[in-house]
């Protein structure tokens, strides 16, 4: 399908395909410095400092992250080589990330393996969990807390880029409606 891009757009992305189809989404050069500011605020609030490596299990997750925004935090990423959960063991025993980005209940499957394979020694001493794109599974929780890893729920879209963090708003410039169903 041919994309007609204007000039006012920094790059263009794709949805997650969460409403069964992707969508192209224009970002704009005027938006770039709100989602750095997102981006900076996440970094900071998850404790990531500049040359953390963060593994990225699902490739569409990054896009709401701009690489400017990553630049300027001075994290570097990386995917796994391919989607699975042996793929995921392999570079989290390897190369032992600050920070994992991914899906939690994938996160999860994955830790429960590599324990289950008796790897517990060679996972990273300290580890930073984002779960984004999916509703948080709990177990997860459960699941690190013996480890001391905290669990991040980062939600966003690629429309906006990230809204929340933990429940806390991150974008200034973007306004929430309150639920008309009592507090949350």
Same mark, same amino acid.
């Given at each position: 399908?041919?994309?007609?891009?204007?000039?006012?757009?920094?790059?263009?992305?794709?949805?997650?395909? $969460? $409403?069964?189809?992707?969508? !192209?989404?224009?970002?704009?050069?005027?938006? !770039?410095?709100?989602?750095?500011? +997102?981006?900076?605020?996440? *970094?900071?609030?998850?404790? +990531?400092?500049?040359?953390?490596? *963060? /593994?990225?299990?699902?490739?569409?997750?990054?896009?709401?992250? #701009?690489?400017?925004? /990553?630049?300027?935090?001075? !994290?570097?990423?990386?995917?796994?080589?391919? #989607?699975?959960?042996? +793929?995921? !063991?392999?570079?989290?025993?390897?190369?032992?990330p600050a920070v994992v980005l991914g899906e939690s209940s994938f996160v999860r499957a994955c830790i429960a393996e590599a324990e289950t394979l008796g790897l517990r020694d060679d996972f990273p001493d300290?580890?930073?969990?984002?779960?984004?794109?999916?509703?948080?599974?709990?177990?997860?929780?459960?699941?690190?807390? #013996?480890?001391?890893?905290?669990?991040?729920? /980062?939600?966003?879209?690629?429309?906006?880029?990230?809204?929340?963090?933990?429940?806390?708003?991150?974008?200034?410039?973007?306004?929430?409606?309150? $639920?008309?169903?009592?507090?949350?």
């Amino acid at each position: 399908e041919e994309v007609h891009t204007p000039f006012n757009l920094a790059y263009l992305t794709f949805t997650t395909g $969460s $409403s069964a189809f992707q969508n !192209i989404v224009g970002v704009t050069h005027a938006e !770039i410095e709100a989602r750095c500011e +997102a981006t900076r605020r996440v *970094m900071e609030a998850i404790g +990531a400092k500049p040359g953390d490596r *963060m /593994l990225v299990t699902y490739p569409p997750l990054i896009n709401v992250f #701009s690489r400017e925004a /990553l630049d300027r935090c001075g !994290i570097e990423w990386f995917f796994l080589e391919r #989607s699975s959960r042996g +793929a995921f !063991i392999t570079a989290f025993c390897e190369e032992k990330p600050a920070v994992v980005l991914g899906e939690s209940s994938f996160v999860r499957a994955c830790i429960a393996e590599a324990e289950t394979l008796g790897l517990r020694d060679d996972f990273p001493d300290a580890c930073r969990i984002v779960v984004a794109g999916t509703p948080l599974d709990l177990e997860l929780l459960t699941r690190v807390e #013996s480890y001391g890893w905290p669990v991040h729920d /980062l939600y966003g879209c690629q429309e906006f880029g990230w809204l929340t963090l933990d429940g806390h708003p991150l974008r200034d410039d973007v306004g929430l409606v309150p $639920s008309p169903f009592g507090e949350g």
